[in-house]
């Protein structure tokens, strides 16, 4: 058993003396782990670096084996931002979601191709980051496990027009009059969330990340018993030191 194609590095640990155990993502073929001989090396450690876009090639005697890989990389995103640490906190927060919230061997084809452009903008663009996206993927990602938030239409009034909130029991909108006195117990909706062409701002990328997280936070990750990850928390802390700083 064996395949070949673009793959994206969403973890690596040591294993062995030299060796690593890798988690890959690819888009037939989904989150795959494979074992690198010499991935923990001088030589190899940068290939195995979080966010890295590589062309892997998988072997296994059997299809449900851990099997080996080896690569060689295409994009190198983590060392394009190691000079900007919020980029690089960035790409480690979302390809460490993606490795604990996705299933193994399940292939989720667009899921991947948005997370490679994602990822490719991050360590690409400059200022301002790319914020709104990564929730956006988020908020996808929660979608196609099955655990969408819905937020065409407030789900008290029925309009579409002023929708503001989010239940956190339904995942539905909940516009600005629907509220009402429940508006304390509600998540703010950020408005990039109903318009993709919003230019966002960090106390909106904050409720962004608060709004999926909180899902993240009780579908996926609390289903498994496990926290979500702190590279995530990371990243929110960051943004959230930007709005106080703002003040």
């Not at 956006?136 to 029925?158: I, P």
């Not at 703010?188 to 904050?206: A, G, I, K």
């Amino acid at each position: 058993m064996e395949w070949e194609g673009a793959a994206l590095v969403l973890s690596a640990r040591a294993y062995g003396e030299s060796g690593a155990i890798v988690h890959l993502l690819t888009e037939e073929h989904g989150r795959t782990a494979a074992m690198v001989r010499g991935g923990a090396s001088r030589r190899q450690a940068a290939v195995w670096q979080p966010g890295n876009l590589v062309l892997a090639r998988w072997q296994a005697r059997l299809s449900d084996q851990l099997g080996h890989v080896s690569a060689e990389p295409v994009q190198q995103a983590s060392a394009r931002v190691l000079d900007r640490p919020f980029h690089l906190d960035m790409i480690s927060a979302v390809t460490a979601v993606a490795d604990g919230a996705l299933p193994d061997r399940e292939p989720h084809p667009q899921l991947f191709l948005d997370l490679v452009r994602l990822i490719t903008a991050i360590a690409v663009l400059g200022d301002p980051p790319p914020m709104a996206d990564l929730v956006r993927w988020e908020r996808d990602l929660l979608a196609v496990l099955g655990y969408g938030l819905s937020l065409e239409r407030c789900t008290v009034t029925g309009t579409t027009e002023e929708l503001a909130f989010v239940s956190p029991k339904t995942g539905r909108a909940v516009s600005a009059e629907g509220a009402g006195p429940w508006r304390e117990r509600l998540l703010p909706l950020p408005h990039f969330l109903l318009d993709s062409s919003d230019e966002s701002r960090p106390d909106e990328w904050l409720h962004g990340l608060d709004l999926t997280g909180y899902f993240l936070s009780r579908h996926l990750f609390g289903a498994r018993h496990s926290p979500v990850p702190e590279a995530r928390h990371r990243l929110r802390e960051r943004v959230r030191a930007m709005v106080e700083n703002a003040q």
